[in-house]
């Protein structure tokens, strides 16, 4: 039991993962299937935001202190100034590599599939928009059922 | 290899950037351009050019070894790396041979079936579908695959649903594709989540090496072996995964049926490949099992029954779509046998098939675009209405049932081989028995062809009406090259056993990385 509250985190991401296939299975109206398509899509975002945490762990952001512990450093350097750019960089990750940083790579991959999911949601629902204006309804039942009847009637003639 | 040394140096160098690169950036200035002539051109010049890039990467390969592309100059593991090897340079050949072949074809068909006004985007989303399949398969980046793998998924239904215009059930289809492909492609994602959380990279060879040093027992591991395998199994049309492709390929344009018939659920089924064989281990316990329970059995299971389903099916695209479940179950029973003998006879079949199904769906495609025909029963005297055509599908059909001669029986003969060096004979029976049923679903559409007359219409029987010389030139091209692979199966069965090398080396080490 009390490892499930101390993963709460991935008991939530797998709660929310199954209401949101379940969604999709279950329901007959087109709309409603991508709501739980996206329900299950986000759960799958926190898994990889939740995967990029570090106990203890910053966020992944340059501080102030840290940059100017950086630019002290530079300073010195300030006679080759082709160098300066990537000097204040390179010192300022010197003395952050004293703190515990959040990993975030995982953040960025799943940006990207945040953008893929946008893309997904836009064309599914525009696929809705235009099954309603070719069928007048989004119930999927209904929709089957004028299929079948006008394969009937294509039988016929 | 005296061809190679006519490619310039720059093709030969940044190949592997340029075939993925060019098609996705042209791709955005032809969904802008306002010309639809223009636009056919620019897609056709462009699969053309990534023909010869894919040529040039596919002999630069036989005669060098594996090429690695360092994206931008980032190294990797930290930067993006493009791998070409002999697994994956034979597909990214095929896809593009197939799009040149298939881009001809559109100019008559694509002005019959889409909307005017649609058409230059049309092709834009054409392009984008061909960047992404060459994509995911070029890319030695595990995330950059699922990339690709949506781009190509994402214009997919916008190409599919671009058949509403013909039947309206294109929507319904578009949108049960987009519902489980966008399944498909999460399970692949969650995958490469724990297979991260597992290693903490995402290169594919990297990925390989610290699984070897330590990864076979964890839990992690396996949990992210299963997503992948049912992620990927979703995009390839697995059976019983496969109930988004009847729909898909019965109601899309013809030449978007085409197309992806010979090359979508190829390029899924080579990452499952490339995963399942370099970047895990197939002599690991659980991978074994999957292997022969799950991917033998399935595809054995998808065999009989998608063949049975195929010859209950009116439709003609039905049909095929259908018979193609089963031949990728052809495929995924001679990867599932994991020998050497068993994965060149896949990949071979993997190959054929492409050519042949390319070569019917381009058929049948050209039978609606002269006389409207959906149905088996329509294709009444076809022989005397559209000869060329008939004979074109019956060439492909021949090789799709495995008649001696055609390269559909020069894929089956090796995977009966390979079955009967396993020991899984009742392996072979099943192949000879599900052929049986390819002949009846074959036979049934030839045997309306050839033996009744054409339909009268106003009391004459209808004139002969051939389809126009850009629709026959790429379907006998492809029906052509079905005869010859499987006359003269050399070159193509060479290429099988290269790619089946590769993956009975197993993991790939970054030995071959150079500087790493």
């Known amino acids: 039991m009390s490892t499930i509250f101390e993963h709460y985190n991935y008991a939530i991401i797998i709660i929310l993962m199954m209401t949101g296939l379940y969604v999709v299975f279950a329901s007959g109206n087109m709309i409603k299937k991508l709501v739980g398509l996206s329900v299950f899509q986000t759960s799958v975002f926190l898994l990889y935001i939740s995967m990029g945490k570090i106990t203890g762990g910053q966020p992944p952001i340059l501080t102030k202190a840290d940059m100017e512990a950086g630019a002290k450093a530079a300073a010195s350097h300030a006679s080759d100034i082709s160098h300066g750019a990537a000097g204040v960089s390179e010192h300022a990750l010197q003395s952050a590599s004293e703190t515990i940083y959040s990993n975030p790579l995982p953040h960025v991959l ?8 946008v893309a997904t949601l836009a064309i599914g629902l525009a696929l809705v928009v235009r099954t309603r204006e070719a069928y007048g309804t989004i119930e999927e039942a209904e929709i089957d059922q004028l299929d079948y009847q006008r394969n009937q009637e294509g039988e016929g003639a | 290899m005296g061809l190679l040394s006519y490619f310039p140096e720059w093709v030969l160098t940044h190949g592997p950037a340029l075939i993925v690169v060019l098609p996705l950036l042209l791709a955005v200035i032809t969904a802008l351009n306002p010309s639809e002539k223009l636009a056919w051109l620019t897609a ?8 010869v890039v894919a040529l040039g990467l596919l002999l630069q390969v036989i005669s060098h070894g594996a090429i690695d592309y360092a994206m931008g100059g980032w190294q990797p593991p930290i930067g993006i790396a493009y791998h070409v090897d002999a697994l994956n340079a034979p597909i990214l050949l095929l896809v593009c041979v197939i799009a040149i072949l298939v881009t001809l074809y559109a100019l008559p068909s694509v002005v019959a079936e889409v909307e005017p006004k649609k058409r230059a985007p049309f092709y834009a989303a054409f392009m984008l579908a061909f960047t992404g399949l060459l994509g995911m398969v070029v890319t030695g980046d595990a995330f950059n695959v699922f990339v690709f793998l949506e781009v190509s998924s994402i214009s997919t239904y916008v190409l599919v649903a ?14 049960n594709y987009l519902i489980l492909g966008s399944i498909g492609a999460t399970f692949f994602v969650i995958g490469l989540g724990f297979l991260y959380m597992q290693t903490g990279t995402l290169n594919m060879m990297d990925i390989a090496r610290v699984l070897q040093e330590g990864g076979v027992d964890s ?10 395998v049912i992620g990927l199994g979703l995009k390839l049309a697995m059976f019983p995964l496969h109930m988004w492709l009847p729909g898909a390929y019965a109601y899309a344009p013809s030449f978007v049926t085409a197309f992806l018939a010979a090359t979508a659920t190829k390029a899924a089924l080579y990452l499952l490949l490339r995963f ?9 316990s659980f991978v074994t099992s999957a292997l022969m329970y799950l991917v033998a059995g399935l595809g054995i299971l998808g065999m009989i029954a998608a063949s049975l389903q195929a010859i209950f099916q009116n439709d003609i695209r039905r049909v095929l779509a259908f018979s193609s479940v089963a031949q990728v179950g052809y495929m995924l029973l001679g990867i599932g046998m994991a020998t050497t003998l068993g994965l060149t006879a896949g990949y071979l079949h993997m190959i054929n098939h492409a050519v042949m199904k390319g070569a019917l769906f381009l058929a049948v495609g050209a039978m609606w675009y002269r006389f409207g025909i959906t149905q088996v029963r329509d294709m009444r005297g076809l022989f005397k209405t559209m000869p060329w055509t008939m004979s074109a599908f019956t060439i492909a059909g021949l090789s799709l049932i495995g008649v001696p001669g055609t390269a559909g029986f020069v894929s089956k003969l090796a995977l009966v081989r390979a079955a009967a060096e396993n020991g899984w004979w009742w392996a072979v029976g099943v192949i000879v028995v599900t052929s049986v049923l390819a002949i009846i679903y074959i036979g049934r559409m030839i045997e309306q062809a050839f033996f009744y007359d054409p339909p009268l219409k106003d009391g004459v029987p209808l004139a002969k009406n051939e389809a126009p010389f850009m629709m026959l030139i790429p ?12 006359i003269d199966a050399e070159w193509t069965t060479s290429l099988a056993r290269s790619a089946a090398n590769v993956l009975s080396h197993g993991p790939i080490l970054p030995t071959t990385m150079g500087g790493h």
């Open chain 2, 475 to 486: 379907m006998w091209i492809l029906a052509i090259a079905g005869l010859w692979f499987g």
């Open chain 2, 219 to 228: 839990r992690v591991t396996q949990l992210a072996f299963a997503f992948i």
């Open chain 2, 276 to 284: 399942v064989f370099t970047i895990f281990d197939p002599s690991w």
């Open chain 1, 110 to 117: 799943i940006l990207t599939a945040i953008v893929v999911g």
């Open chain 2, 162 to 175: 671009m058949g509403a215009s013909r039947d309206r059930r294109a929507l319904t289809s578009a949108y």
């Open chain 2, 44 to 51: 056709w010049l462009t699969a053309l050019f990534c023909g």
